[in-house]
């Protein structure tokens, strides 16, 4: 069975860090990219960032881009996303997702984590 | 990328069927790639994946549900409506150029 566990959110102070880590079990990690994608309380969601398997390509939204820095260490099978500079915007549930793969649901989120929230206030 | 264009809401009696809408543009909804899926939230839930590339269903995902496309316009049907498909449905189109999402706004199916 796949899982995503999302851990590290909080209550944080504008312009703080937080750092949030998603451990994955049930699939080979190391083969799947990788998102991140949050939702602000009572809102829709919000595409965050991409890693690849390899970490070779990272994209960002331009709402976090130069804040925020996603990695993955496929040897623990953990994603990880570093957030900077905190706003009162960036106030979401943040959650973890797999891409499908190349021969199935490739432009798709297919399993996602059940979230962690971060509150961004003084 | 701006949003995707959704209801905010629908309704329909058990047994019916109802249908959701996604409006987008020629560089998302309506691309080349067929990149369009639905998900399905219940309340302080996960995302579910309903249907991906336009109209396919994932393992386990009953048939009740479709998709389909015409233009920049997706649609999500949900045909014989039971109590436990009221959530939130999103509709989301992958734009492969920069390897990213846009989501819609979200729309919420009462069964009433």
């Known amino acids: 069975e796949v899982q995503l566990v999302e851990s590290g959110g909080g209550l944080v102070q504008p312009g703080g860090s937080l750092r949030l880590s998603c451990v994955a079990s049930g699939f080979a990690f190391s083969s799947f990219s990788m998102s991140w994608v949050r939702q602000a309380p009572g809102k829709g969601l919000e595409w965050v960032s991409y890693?690849?398997?390899?970490?070779?390509?990272?994209y960002y939204a331009d709402s976090v881009k130069g804040r925020f820095t996603i990695s993955r260490d496929n040897a623990r099978n953990s994603l990880y996303l570093q957030m900077n500079s905190l706003r009162a915007e960036d106030t979401a549930v943040y959650y973890c997702?797999?891409?499908?793969?190349?021969?199935?649901?490739?432009?798709?989120?297919?399993?996602w984590g059940q979230g962690t929230l971060v509150t961004v206030s003084s | 990328q701006s949003a995707l264009t959704q209801p905010a809401s629908v309704s329909g009696s058990p047994g019916q069927s109802i249908t959701i809408s996604c409006t987008g543009t020629?560089?998302?909804?309506?691309?080349?790639?067929?990149?369009v899926s639905w998900y399905q939230q219940h309340p302080g839930k996960a995302p579910k994946l309903m249907i991906f590339d336009v109209s396919n269903r994932p393992s386990g995902v009953s048939n009740r549900f479709s998709g389909s496309k015409s233009g920049n316009t997706a649609s999500l049907t949900i045909s014989g409506l039971q109590a436990e498909d009221e959530a939130d449905y999103y509709c989301s189109s992958y734009t492969s150029s920069s390897t990213s999402w846009v989501f819609g706004g979200g729309t919420k199916l009462t069964v009433l």
């Open positions: 890693i690849s398997s390899t970490s070779s390509t990272i």
């Open positions: 020629s560089s998302d909804v309506g691309g080349a790639y067929k990149y």
């Open positions: 997702a797999r891409r499908g793969s190349l021969y199935e649901a490739a432009g798709s989120l297919d399993y």
